[in-house]
């Protein structure tokens, strides 16, 4: 290497001469590929992930937040529970890790007015007509109130069904 070189390297723009030191002091992680994404899903609502078809065991770190079910296939079902984040491990049967995800949950898709009497609150969803819709939050009377409408609605309703599915004697 002749000395005329080395002095025109030196002279070299000093943002070149950091790209340079940058690369060679960068860790061969900043190369590699990024980690997946969190998964999101609003609350109340269901998301699926394909993972490998191996996967044996799911374990949630808070069941609060997210409930995950696993179907034939290696197809995971995410069901926003809560509000925030935790994450799934996915294991094969030698309990090897095949998959360490975030789960993000986030509040409902649909327009919701709160409404505020005193300090209860109240949510309803407004898709396209407002209509009570219970939410984490909500006050105890309202909450208890919509929880047990909702029960006896789907109680009548399978019990309908089921009447509907009877043979006549």
């Known amino acids: 290497m002749s000395l005329s070189f080395l002095r025109m390297r030196l002279r070299a723009p000093f943002g070149f001469r950091s790209l340079a030191i940058g690369v060679l002091l960068c860790p061969a992680a900043a190369f590699a590929d990024p980690p997946p994404r969190a998964i999101g899903v609003n609350i109340d609502q269901a998301r699926l992930v394909k993972l490998p078809a191996r996967v044996a065991t799911i374990v949630v770190g808070n069941p609060l937040i997210a409930d995950v079910t696993l179907q034939p296939g290696g197809i995971l079902v995410v ?44 949510s309803l969803s407004c898709m396209p007509t407002c209509q009570p819709r219970v939410t984490l939050g909500d006050g105890d009377r309202y909450f208890k109130s919509a929880l ?17 599915n009877k043979p006549a004697n």
């Open 79 to 122: 069901t926003g529970k809560g509000y925030g984040a935790t994450n799934f491990i996915a294991m094969d049967r030698a309990g090897e890790v095949l998959v360490d995800r975030l789960i993000e949950v986030d509040g409902p898709a649909d327009p919701i007015i709160t409404v505020y009497r005193g300090v209860e609150r109240e």
């Open 148 to 164: 047990e409408q909702a029960g006896s609605l789907s109680g009548q309703a399978s019990g309908s069904a089921s009447a509907a």
